[in-house]
């Protein structure tokens, strides 16, 4: 984990965090940036099995484009999602200037 932090956030100035339940200090899940071929940031977020459906992937989400907006140079921010996901892509809808791609 520190070599990903040292190599990833050094180069790109941003990657994935861990989302941890602040009463418990449970991991919930993850949400961050990763740098796509074609230069675009894309956001990616996983919460764990049994911590869905309580806000962590929306209130992260929310958290990591504030970072993106105050901290990165970027022309726009993709999520790609599996069309079968409809869970992904209702929160993905509710975000902000993301382009949301479905496969």
């Not at 940031?41 to 970072?67: F, N």
Request: hydrophobic share 35%.
């Amino acid at each position: 984990m520190e070599k990903y932090i040292d190599e990833v956030y050094g180069f790109y100035g941003y990657g994935i965090w861990g989302i941890y339940e602040k009463s418990t200090g449970e991991f919930a899940g993850m949400a961050g940036f990763s740098h796509r071929a074609d230069d675009t940031i894309e956001l990616g977020y996983a919460i764990v099995s049994g911590k869905r459906q309580r806000g962590y992937g929306y209130e992260a989400c929310m958290a990591v484009l504030k970072y993106a907006e105050q901290n990165i140079d970027y022309d726009k921010i993709i999520i790609v999602i599996d069309k079968e996901n409809t869970a992904s892509k209702k929160l993905a809808d509710k975000l902000p200037g993301i382009t949301v791609n479905v496969k």
